[in-house]
């Protein structure tokens, strides 16, 4: 069962806030791989993470032909890093899109001024410390 705690969530929310923005792997279906920063990363529900993709580039790519992805949060100065794996839904248009939004940190919406990004929610199945140990997976 996946649960993200209060712990993960308070340091995944500020992330960017507090200089440790979270990074996300993907890959296209012929396995090209991508990798970027993700600002506006948040944990969306107890299961679930979710980001704002305002630059609709090879990431956006990658999903839409392969929704397999990993998130890394890694914050050395608390001592905390996970690898998060899950599979993300595109929500362009939706009242899933509308909460996501809501929640996006200020400094990323700056960035689309015309709010023409797209929520991108992470059903995650596993999360792992950097070491490769399992601490919850879904069932």
Same mark, same amino acid.
């Given at each position: 069962m996946i649960n993200i705690d209060d712990e993960m969530r308070e340091l995944i929310d500020?992330?960017?806030e507090?200089?440790?923005p979270c990074i996300m792997a993907t890959a296209s279906s012929t396995g090209e791989p991508g990798v970027g920063l993700r $600002?506006?990363?948040m944990v969306f529900n107890s299961?679930?993470?979710a980001y704002w993709e305002r630059t609709k580039r090879? $990431?956006?790519?990658?999903?839409?032909?392969?929704?397999?992805v990993v998130v890394m949060y890694r914050d050395p100065a608390a001592r905390k890093a996970w690898k998060l794996h899950g599979e993300a839904q595109l929500?362009?248009?939706?009242?899933?899109?509308d909460q996501v939004m809501a929640r996006v940190v200020q400094r990323e919406l700056d960035r689309d001024p015309d709010n023409q990004g797209?929520? =991108? =929610?992470?059903?995650?199945?596993?999360?792992?410390?950097?070491? $490769?140990? =399992?601490?919850?997976?879904?069932?």
């Open positions: 500020n992330a960017l507090n200089g440790t $600002g506006s990363m299961d679930s993470l090879a $990431g956006l790519e990658h999903i839409q032909s392969n929704p397999k929500y362009p248009d939706c009242p899933i899109r797209i929520a =991108v =929610v992470i059903k995650l199945d596993r999360i792992m410390t950097m070491a $490769g140990e =399992v601490l919850q997976q879904r069932d």
